[in-house]
């Protein structure tokens, strides 16, 4: 029989007991993680144990390198280019890691207003995370694109 995701009860989870604040890559001026030219940060640590994760080394909370002022700084030069539509948010899970989204996110909004957008995928389900906490709430609020759900390597296409 195979074993799915995991599934959390809400609150179960929270950033302040799993996150280290690390990011796995960044990746400026690509065309795959959202419409149009996006910005991904993708971040460290998840614990939905998705069978078949397309990304399972970010799974691990201690894989990548920290979060930095250099690394964020460099995300908001890249997403000043004329071109790039927005930042996406990945990983890892990014509402695991949300001290890092917030950041980023408060800083985009200041920088560029509603400019940019601010896409995320997640494990979570959308009416998962209207029961959560209020740091998952907050960054829900930034984001313009939600791609909620676990990955279920059943459906994939």
């Not at 940060?41 to 614990?47: A, E, H, K, Q, R």
């Not at 460099?74 to 890892?92: A, F, H, N, P």
Request: with cysteine; charged share 25%; glycine share 8%.
């Amino acid at each position: 029989m195979p074993v799915g995701p995991k599934n959390p009860k809400p609150k179960e989870w929270l950033a302040k007991d799993h996150s280290l604040n690390y990011i796995a890559s960044y990746k400026p001026f690509n065309m795959v993680d959202g419409e149009g030219v996006r910005c991904s940060l993708y971040v460290s640590g998840c614990l939905f144990n998705c069978p078949g994760c397309y990304n399972a080394v970010a799974q691990n909370f201690h894989y990548g390198h920290p979060y930095t002022q250099e690394l964020e700084d460099r995300i908001i030069k890249d997403m000043s280019e004329s071109y790039v539509q927005g930042l996406t948010l990945l990983g890892g899970e990014p509402f695991l890691n949300t001290t890092v989204a917030i950041r980023l996110c408060k800083r985009i909004r200041k920088e560029f207003g509603h400019t940019k957008d601010i896409w995320s995928w997640t494990g979570y389900k959308w009416d998962e995370l209207a029961k959560e906490s209020d740091d998952k709430l907050e960054l829900l609020s930034y984001l313009d694109i939600l791609v909620d759900g676990r990955f279920l390597e059943a459906q994939k296409i």
